[in-house]
């Protein structure tokens, strides 16, 4: 079942590019979270939409939020994606795709390829938006204005 505005997210946790446990616990309750889901790493469209959060990722702090990017990747894959592209945020393995099928994200191109959505979550961990789409730079502009009137 697809989560959707005004629901609570649920309890996760996953390794991040470090190795370290995630566990969103430690977050929810504090801040606001941006958590984008996307296909795999070093792609085209991923590193579009990687490196804009990147680019935009003080904004996202000021607004006080953490910008948190989850894929099947590995552990070392995502290590060697952040280091690449010098990301500021954290990156989570879903290997096993729990955390997706948790969140409800569907899969793209007649199913055969991971969906790119992004939840915009606040302080108390209610969604306050759902951007699904293949559009990389779109989800960065979205979840920035989510924020703003959120506020």
Do not use: W
């Not at 793209?108 to 938006?129: E, N, S, W």
């Amino acid at each position: 079942m697809e989560l959707k505005v005004g629901d609570v997210i649920p309890h996760f946790t996953a390794k991040d590019s470090n190795g370290n446990d995630f566990d969103s616990n430690d977050y929810v309750g504090k801040q606001s979270l941006v958590i984008y889901f996307y296909p795999k790493d070093d792609t085209p469209g991923c590193t579009t939409q990687a490196c804009t959060f990147r680019d935009q990722y003080q904004d996202f702090k000021d607004l006080g939020a953490e910008v948190i990017g989850i894929s099947s990747d590995s552990v070392q894959s995502h290590l060697k994606f952040q280091s690449k592209f010098n990301l500021p945020f954290i990156l989570l393995s879903d290997n096993d795709k729990k955390i997706r099928k948790a969140f409800g994200v569907s899969k793209d191109f007649l199913g055969l390829i991971d969906g790119r959505t992004t939840y915009v979550v606040d302080a108390k961990g209610i969604i306050q938006l759902v951007f699904d789409s293949t559009s990389a730079k779109s989800h960065i502009k979205n979840a920035l204005e989510i924020l703003k009137i959120s506020l």
